[in-house]
């Protein structure tokens, strides 16, 4: 006598990207931590030209993780868990941006 109700848990059908671009945010921010890259003597533990791509690719995976969050909250609705991994995206984002700025040489 169970009734077929909508599944309110996430999934990753649902959910999937938005979450998985998160992890690898939090996994790509904890490697630029490590190498150093907040050093303000400019004394990296990479080269660079590879924190810059490493940072560049942080941007874009939680970028467009914050893009297919919005997507799916317009299609089907407003989820506390989808919105809070976009929210989480779009912070990421915005530090990576700001990151990638404060690595170029001369920008600040």
């Not at 009734?3 to 848990?9: G, P, Q, R, T, Y």
């Not at 945010?25 to 490493?54: E, K, R, W």
């Not at 868990?81 to 690595?103: D, E, H, N, P, S």
Request: proline fraction near 6%; charged fraction near 10%.
């Amino acid at each position: 006598m169970m009734e077929n109700k909508e599944n309110l848990a996430p999934n990753l059908a649902t959910m999937g990207f938005p979450g998985l671009a998160l992890g690898i945010g939090i996994m790509v921010a904890a490697g630029l931590l490590q190498s150093g890259v907040l050093a303000p003597d400019g004394d990296y533990g990479l080269p660079l030209l590879t924190l810059l791509i490493v940072n560049e690719f942080g941007f874009f995976v939680t970028a467009i993780g914050a893009g297919v969050g919005v997507n799916t909250m317009l299609k089907r609705g407003m989820r506390p868990v989808l919105l809070l991994l976009t929210l989480g995206c779009a912070l990421q984002a915005a530090g990576f941006l700001y990151l990638g700025i404060r690595l170029w040489p001369g920008m600040l």
